[in-house]
């Protein structure tokens, strides 16, 4: 492995800092755009929950590899070859002219979307001294909590001014850029000596993975048949009961492992680390659907123009920068035990209560409501990251971060899954009415993450002090 640069320059973290709002500004900024794109493709609004799926499920594919990736071919080829991907994904996304393209074109900018924040991550730890990592870290995750909050009004204005294919072509020059800068700037690390990838356990995930999410996605899109659905989701079970045992078998409990699985399940016998990575599992199942409901909800119900649905999105955003700052008192003070648990239960009742949601809403209340979402869904990412990652052992560091990486990303695109299948099917049930479609996927999205309170609340009691990390 190369040595860290001996003075590395603000350029690299400009750069790095360029493809993390790349990746995060592309997460969301399609969402308000989703009814206009249905019309353009002659679809439904409530089959395009896809398009957001097909991106969040590639880049929750292809993060377990992204580290490997690096170390073998060098940090510099990596970020280069996925900014390119990015950018020809975009270009594709823009030329689609069916439901099906664009959700392939997806799949490809989904690819390299997968990449640029942990090879970007991967090249600042290795560049910078660890007295000034955090300090570089901070400076580099700041556009990518920006990207959220002009995503969705960006995407509002792009419809409303231009055409929803403007929401992909604005990578085009971005990536170009980030390209010709990532060939200069960017540092070239690897690792040749670095252990065989576990392609064998990486393909039971996947399969896992993609076989869960097509079955809950047939249910609303692909017509499948009911016996179909449920032989998915067991295939999925069953590939990841194989996986258990195929890391069981690369881990000895008693001699370190020549070959270490994909993620080893030593990680698990940390109690935080279980805890935090089934709470972001099954909580954000729950509120990573909002993102997609709540503009599909303002256009579709309440008939707001998308770049007014987009808008709508700021106050949530600005609340949960905001809360930030509260993060580490209220930790300190109650404990995780106690800030999650009720931060999860009160999170789980915010979201059924978008269910009352109608055009005789007080527009002052609503705001109030998604001020609150914001404040609440921020502490949730923040404290459960940290709870999952305060524990582990500075070997076991790299490993579990990217596990709950990948299960952020995939516990999102579940979401999204689960609310494009209950829309589509309580839409049907009572006779295409699109309201009450939306009061019920909303009560029910909000009692998944009212129910994984239990999860939090299986911490110790005397789980406090420690700073956590932002997300």
Known sequence: MNNRSSGPDRSLLWLVAVGFFMQMLDATIVNTALPTMASSLHEHPLRMHMVVIAYTLSVALLMPASGWLADRFGTRRVFVAAVALFTFGSLLCAQAQTLTQLVLARIVQGIGGSMLMPVGRLTVLRSFPREKFLQAMSFVTIPGLIGPLVGPTLGGLLVEVASWHWIFLINLPVGLAAGLLGLRLMPDFRAPASSPFDLSGYLLLAFSMVAITIAL???????????????????????????????????????????????????????????????????????????????????????????????????????????????????????????????????????CAFALVSASTPFWRLIIQLLVFGALNSLQFSVMNSIALKDLQAHQASSGNSLLSMVMQLSMSLGVSIAGALLAVFSAANGSSNDRAFTITFVCMGLVTLASTWIFLQLEKDRRGSKPHSE
């Open 217 to 351: 996605d047939g249910i609303s899109d692909l017509g499948l048949q009911r016996a179909q659905v449920l032989g998915l989701i067991l295939a999925g079970l069953v590939s990841l009961l194989a996986y258990w045992r195929h890391a069981a078998r690369r881990e000895p409990a008693d001699t370190p492992a020549p070959s270490p699985p994909l993620f080893p399940l030593s990680l698990f016998r940390t109690p935080t680390f279980s805890v935090g990575v089934l709470g972001n599992l099954f909580a954000r199942i729950g509120n990573g659907s909002m993102p997609f409901l709540l503009p599909l909800m303002l256009q579709i119900k309440l008939d707001y123009a998308p770049f007014r649905a987009g808008l709508m999105m700021v106050p949530a955003a600005i609340a949960g920068m905001s809360a930030k700052g509260l993060v580490s008192p209220l930790v300190t003070r109650y404990g995780y035990r106690r800030v999650l648990g009720l931060n999860t239960f009160l999170l789980g009742l915010i979201i």
